[in-house]
């Protein structure tokens, strides 16, 4: 992503807080997963739209209609030694000329700085609770204007960042669908590589092999830990095991998506082990499937964000009622929201920098209204765990879902991840000519 893009960003909410408010965020800290040994550093999604900065040990701060300089920066120095051991930084001066802030400081000096930045400030805009030691540091900086006594001028009010910037995040530019439609397409090229190497015997964990291959040879990482699950484990909504071996008859649930330049897909896919479904996973499937595709015409301008989701409900407790599931009166059952002893989650959430991305699903009491720039998931899905009471045997240890990204357009939506097919004629024939090959 271009610089330039940044800083439009930073642009706009510079106009969202105007004059006399300071907008303060901190890079995520490295996390450590045992001993001396670190995860994989992932960055802070909102530090990150607005900085591009990938570093740990940062802070951004910009301060609308300061003359000096509006956008500075708190890094880490160069340091030759440490840079041997984890790799290059940028520094204050590498920031200034390859990040476009205005000034930067050294991470170490910021005691001695920020305080001073403030002074000016009316209203500190931060976001509580994602980093509670930095949080304290934020209301000292502030208690330290306080004390130096009337010749002070301290910030009066602490205001919420994230109810601006998550609004922002939710509409999404030209250059962010682009980064997600070329996430899609790795998404979906692991998804059809499952496909093809799918057979009876397999671990679940080989299958998870093979997606992160597809997503590492281009240059992707998983988005999320990926759920592999085959017969009753697909009913397991966040199964992430992946241990078991994969049975002739069952169905697999795969839900796995990667991320590209800090951006995500997500795909849920089901299909059968053995490459063709028998009638009561059938049966099942297709009830499921007619509820994604009313769910995905639901999705345009104008929509609420509720409505893919009663589509769906609606599809769903349908069918359901059809194959003697649920029984009653269609209106009743929907209204007691009895489906949800079979699909107890949500159609969709939002997509984006984060797999469950940030913005409200409300605007005060009402549902919030779809419009052009938002990207949402469609996932309905019917989970049959073996051992359910009152349910025919027949149906047990079934577990279907079937998830894809939708992006809402000026005039409809476009599904991001529409190269995997979802038709079971579709996926057998798939299945079938790549056996073959």
């Known amino acids: 992503m271009k610089p330039t893009e940044f800083a439009r960003r930073r642009r706009q909410l510079a106009r969202m807080i105007g004059k006399g408010g300071a907008a303060v965020l901190t890079a995520a800290p490295v996390r450590m997963r045992n001993r001396d040994t670190e995860y994989p550093y992932r960055q802070d999604s909102d530090f990150f739209y607005l900085t591009g900065f990938n570093e740990p040990d940062a802070v951004a701060v910009l301060i609308p209609g300061r003359p000096q300089a509006e956008y500075i920066v708190f890094c880490r120095e160069r340091d030759a030694a440490r840079e041997a051991w984890d790799g290059p930084r940028l520094g204050p001066d590498?920031?200034?000329a390859q990040l476009g802030a205005d000034d930067a400081f050294?991470?170490?000096?910021?005691?001695?700085?920020?305080?001073?930045?403030?002074?000016?400030?009316?209203?500190?805009?931060?976001?509580?609770?994602?980093?509670p030691e930095f949080d304290a540091r934020v209301i000292g900086w502030v208690n330290t204007l306080r004390e130096r006594g009337p010749d002070?001028?301290?910030?009066?009010?602490?205001?919420?960042?994230?109810?601006?910037?998550?609004?922002?995040?939710?509409?999404?530019?030209?250059?962010?669908?682009?980064?997600?439609?070329?996430?899609?397409?790795?998404?979906?090229?692991?998804?059809l590589r499952a496909m093809s190497v799918v057979r009876p015997?397999?671990?679940e964990y080989e299958v998870e092999a093979e997606f992160l291959h597809e997503f590492r040879r281009h240059g992707a990482v998983p988005s999320y830990p990926p759920i592999v699950g085959g017969g009753n484990n697909a009913c397991t909504l966040h199964y992430i095991a992946n241990t078991a071996r994969l049975e002739d008859g069952e169905l697999l649930l795969i839900d796995a998506g990667c991320e590209?330049?800090?951006?995500?897909?997500?795909?849920?896919?089901?299909?059968?082990?053995?490459?063709?479904?028998?009638?009561?996973?059938?049966?099942?499937?297709?009830i499921v499937l007619e509820a994604h595709d009313l769910a995905i015409a639901a999705v345009a301008p104008g929509r609420h964000w509720?409505?893919?989701?009663?589509?769906?409900?609606?599809?769903?407790?349908?069918?359901?009622?059809r194959l003697g599931l649920l029984n009653g009166r269609l209106a009743t059952l929907i209204k007691e929201q009895e489906y949800r002893r079979?699909?107890?989650?949500?159609?969709?959430?939002?997509?984006?920098?984060?797999v469950h991305d940030v913005g409200d699903y409300r605007v005060g009491d009402i549902a919030r209204m779809l419009e052009p720039g938002m990207v949402m998931t469609i996932e309905p899905g019917i989970y049959i765990p073996r051992g359910l009471r009152g349910v025919a045997k027949r149906w047990q240890g079934i577990g279907v879902r079937i998830e894809d990204d939708v992006l809402v357009t000026r005039n409809g939506c476009e599904v991001l991840t529409s190269g995997v097919p979802?038709?079971?004629?579709?996926?057998?024939?798939?299945?079938?000519?790549?056996?073959?090959?």
């Open 152 to 191: 002070s001028h301290a910030p009066q009010e602490f205001a919420s960042l994230d109810h601006l910037l998550h609004d922002m995040r939710l509409y999404k530019s030209r250059a962010e669908q682009a980064a997600m439609r070329r996430a899609a397409r790795i998404g979906v090229s692991a998804h």
């Open 106 to 131: 050294p991470i170490d000096d910021i005691d001695d700085i920020l305080p001073g930045l403030l002074e000016s400030c009316e209203r500190v805009h931060h976001t509580m609770g994602a980093h």
């Open 260 to 286: 590209l330049d800090h951006y995500a897909c997500d795909i849920t896919r089901t299909f059968p082990v053995s490459g063709r479904f028998s009638e009561a996973q059938r049966a099942i499937y297709d």
């Open 306 to 321: 509720n409505e893919p989701h009663d589509a769906a409900v609606r599809a769903i407790t349908k069918g359901l009622r």
């Open 201 to 203: 015997g397999m671990m």
């Open 422 to 437: 979802v038709e079971a004629e579709a996926i057998e024939a798939l299945m079938a000519s790549r056996a073959a090959a």
């Open 342 to 354: 079979f699909f107890m989650h949500k159609t969709g959430h939002w997509l984006g920098m984060d």
């Open 94 to 96: 590498g920031v200034v």
